[in-house]
């Protein structure tokens, strides 16, 4: 027997309203469009082309996801019914033992609980047992994870790490880490091997078997990351990993093991990016696509065991104004944890700049410390399950990214797909699209594109030692996936601005404050994005003032700044009064529409509008200004 609302205390706030449609909200965003494009102004579409919708409501609801619990196959959901939250890892690249452990100790004391080493690629550790004794000495190795990268010199650096063990005294029952073997990573990265893949494979099958009685150390990492930083859409990036796996899986099948044994010696490594979302149905189409590897194997359950680690996006990093980097790395780790990831990496904000100093070490590690002991993001498996929006987004990342894995296999798999080139070319493109985007302002940067600042940013940090050239002969060679950020571009205007000492265009701001405001404020952020400075007011009423104002600035080019109304008025009178008073080049901002021809012969040099490519354009205006 039903009980009414009354005597349950339950109230219903949209009881006597009648029940909202899809149609009549559909009207209403057409009336507010006012004839613009839904498609095109509120239909976003990703890297891969998925279809992202402003609106999902109940019937976008998939059937597959209404069942599903976390702790289940196909682990969608997570693969742990109830959540422990993550491992909180920070990551050291130093060639110095000594100050190795100096920042590792640090790290543990301020609440990290497992440590990642980069060892060899010319400024990591030396792969001995010397070396990494020295840089974990003081470190409780029962109860810490190590975590090693170190492309081709896995093996020598697995048996140090080993050897330190034995010399501690750590029961094998009690060893946690990784050895991080990646062969096919490596070669993708570097563009090189010291032997052959098929050696490379065989001896990280044989670092599977010694750790047999290690049961929390894990011998080799199936990573996405190298795509990820080199331009690869999400899809791409999974597609890359789950072919990667299936290749260490093929290789340990060779080696003797079944994938039921092979499975809980592998993890897998993507990124964390800016886009939250997209992070978080990456992750969670990941654990899809990882059963659905080992389900075909015979070996469902063992996909449970396969770990994923998270480090926040290297692509996303900006040089300029790095403090932005903080909030880039908050919203990639939280994107991360309520993806479920099983150990997340958050990058100093000084990392493309050098080697992270103290406190950008103790700023990285309280992200994650505050995004899980205070804000709790662990506290509850897969939070994003059972949004029609996360739920669609994950069906149709895993639905791509498989697309592409059969593409890659049908090719013979990620080592031919390496040495054909095809990894590369396919990656090039989504890559040449998105620096597109970029260029175009169409996908912003903050403090880069978008609100750049200007001068000193009071950050530093010592440079990268330089990496030197390996002298070992390559035994396998491949074009390598190239690593960039996504600000590059306009950082290299921005270095040349530098170099040259800064550059300033005045802005012919016209008419009141609420007529020139928007425009005079875009131009300033979109000349700041290459180095340039305007020199902005509170506007001018007349052409003769701005051209009096013009030139006792000293700028030897201006830029017309305000309403489309106004500028009609005034920008042709304006353009003549500033080239009499000297300007070299003038420029406008907005589109001049049909009075082009006349603006040009009143003086207008070019038009400044969104949407044409910013970094050509700002490069061509440095050099008119050097």
Not at 129 to 140: M, N, P
Request: charged fraction near 20%; charge should be negative; aromatic fraction near 6%.
């Amino acid at each position: 027997m039903s009980r009414s609302p009354s005597e349950t205390n339950e109230t219903h706030l949209a009881e006597g309203f009648p029940a909202a449609k899809v149609e009549q909200w559909r009207a209403l965003v057409d009336k507010a469009l006012k004839g613009a494009d839904f498609e095109k102004r509120l239909v976003r579409r990703t890297a891969d082309g998925l279809k992202i919708d402003p609106l999902y409501t109940r019937a976008d609801a998939l059937a597959s996801a209404a069942e599903a619990l976390p702790g289940q196959a196909p682990f969608t959901r997570g693969t742990k019914a109830v959540s422990g939250g993550w491992d909180i890892r920070t990551f050291h690249i130093e060639s110095d033992p000594k100050a190795a452990n100096t920042a590792i100790l640090e790290d543990l004391a301020g609440g990290v609980t497992s440590i990642g080493l980069q060892v060899g690629f010319g400024n990591g550790l030396a792969a001995t047992k010397e070396a990494l004794g020295a840089a974990l000495d003081g470190v409780l190795l029962d109860v810490c994870p190590i975590v090693l990268v170190a492309g081709d010199a896995f093996f020598d650096a697995a048996l140090a790490l080993t050897g330190v063990w034995d010399a501690r005294g750590v029961k094998a029952a009690e060893r946690q880490g990784s050895f991080g073997a990646d062969p096919i990573g490596t070669l993708a990265m570097t563009g090189r091997l010291s032997e052959s893949l098929d050696t490379s494979l065989a001896r990280a099958v044989a670092l599977m078997k010694i750790t047999a009685a290690s049961p929390r150390v894990q011998a080799m990492t199936a990573d996405g990351v190298v795509a990820h930083v080199a331009g690869a859409s999400e899809a791409q990036e999974l597609a890359v990993m789950l072919s990667t796996l299936v290749a260490y899986l093929r290789a340990a099948e060779k080696g003797g093991l079944t994938p039921a044994e092979a499975l809980p010696k592998i993890n897998v490594s993507l990124a964390a990016d800016i886009d939250e979302f997209s992070t978080i149905a990456k992750l969670r189409a990941a654990r899809r696509l990882i059963w659905r590897v080992a389900d075909a194997c015979g070996a469902g359950d063992a996909a449970a065991s396969v770990t994923i680690n998270c480090p926040t996006s290297y692509r996303m990093m900006a040089k300029r104004d790095p403090w932005t980097n903080i909030l880039r790395t908050t919203i990639a780790c939280t994107g991360a944890a309520l993806g479920g990831a099983d150990a997340i990496v958050v990058l100093p904000f000084t990392f493309a700049l050098g080697k992270p100093d103290a406190f950008a070490r103790r700023v990285a590690r309280n992200i994650q410390i505050v995004c899980q002991e205070e804000s709790h993001l662990g506290r509850v498996t897969d939070p994003a399950g059972g949004s029609w929006y996360v739920e669609n987004l994950t069906e149709d990342m895993a639905k791509k990214a498989w697309a592409i894995f059969q593409d890659i296999e049908g090719r013979g798999g990620m080592a031919a797909a390496l040495t054909s080139g095809y990894i590369q070319d396919i990656i090039a493109k989504t890559a040449d699209a998105r620096a597109k985007d970029i260029a175009t302002l169409r996908q912003e940067l903050t403090g880069v594109s978008a609100f750049p600042l200007l001068g000193d940013d009071g950050v530093h940090a010592e440079a990268w030692p330089a990496v030197a050239a390996q002298s070992n002969k390559a035994a396998v060679e491949v074009k390598p996936l190239k690593p960039h950020r996504l600000g590059e571009a306009f950082e290299a205007l921005r270095d040349a601005a530098d170099a040259h000492g800064g550059f300033k265009v005045f802005a012919a701001s016209l008419g009141e404050i609420a007529d020139h405001n928007i425009r005079t404020t875009w131009i300033k952020n979109y000349l700041a994005a290459g180095g340039i400075t305007a020199l902005i007011s509170d506007g001018y009423k007349t052409p003769e003032d701005a051209a009096a104002a013009f030139k006792a600035s000293g700028a030897t080019a201006a830029c017309i700044c305000s309403s489309d109304a106004v500028n009609a008025a005034l920008a042709q009178p304006t353009a003549e009064a500033l080239k009499k008073a000297g300007a070299k080049l003038v420029l406008m901002a907005g589109r001049p529409g049909d009075a082009e021809a006349a603006l040009k012969a009143a003086g207008v040099d070019q038009f400044l509008f969104a949407g044409a490519d910013a970094v050509a354009t700002l490069k061509g205006l440095q050099e008119h200004l050097r």
